[in-house]
């Protein structure tokens, strides 16, 4: 069983990881062609880790605060996203950023901090990543993993469960 992370937006990223939560595959920036986003990338992706079965968790926030341009471009990502995943067929769980933040970043001043401690947490549970997380932009595949974690947990609590 694999985990895709999914941090939705222009600048997003996407991470996958293991039934272990080892990281196997990244995309620092979701593909965008133009005003579009490149969900053909990301379909080939999904396809190529949905062999072994993948199960999607994706950021559901809002555009609140957003200006016109950028909540349209916003819904455009989440849409292209979340239409790979039902072209696919993949089962997901959607995640506000306040839970999943809540218990993956235990001990971490998320509040305060913001992106840098984001890139914290993941940088400190994830050594294969963190050549990629030198750069404080990289808070969206630092959050993208995080997101991928809290999914592959949820899951593992769920069969546990069963």
Not at 3 to 9: I, K, L, Q, R
Not at 15 to 37: A, C, F, H, N
Not at 89 to 96: E, G
Not at 131 to 158: Q, V
Request: proline share 4%.
């Amino acid at each position: 069983m694999n985990y895709a992370g999914v941090d939705v937006g222009k600048s997003g990223a996407i991470t996958i990881m293991d039934e272990y939560g080892e990281i196997i595959s990244t995309m620092p920036k979701v593909p965008w062609e133009s005003d579009r986003l490149g969900a053909r990338e990301i379909y080939e992706r999904f396809s190529v880790w949905a062999k072994d079965g993948l199960t999607v968790t994706v950021e559901k926030v809002n555009s609140f605060g957003q200006g016109r341009t950028s909540a349209f471009t916003f819904g455009r990502s989440v849409g292209g996203i979340m239409a790979v995943v039902d072209i696919l067929k993949l089962p997901y769980i959607p995640v506000t950023p306040q839970t999943w933040k809540k218990t993956m970043m235990v001990g971490y001043n998320y509040k305060e901090d913001g992106k840098g401690a984001s890139i914290k947490c993941a940088y400190d549970l994830f050594p294969t990543l963190r050549p990629k997380l030198k750069l404080k932009s990289s808070h969206n595949l630092a959050e993208s993993a995080l997101i991928a974690e809290y999914g592959r947990r949820i899951i593992s609590r769920r069969l546990d469960n069963a």
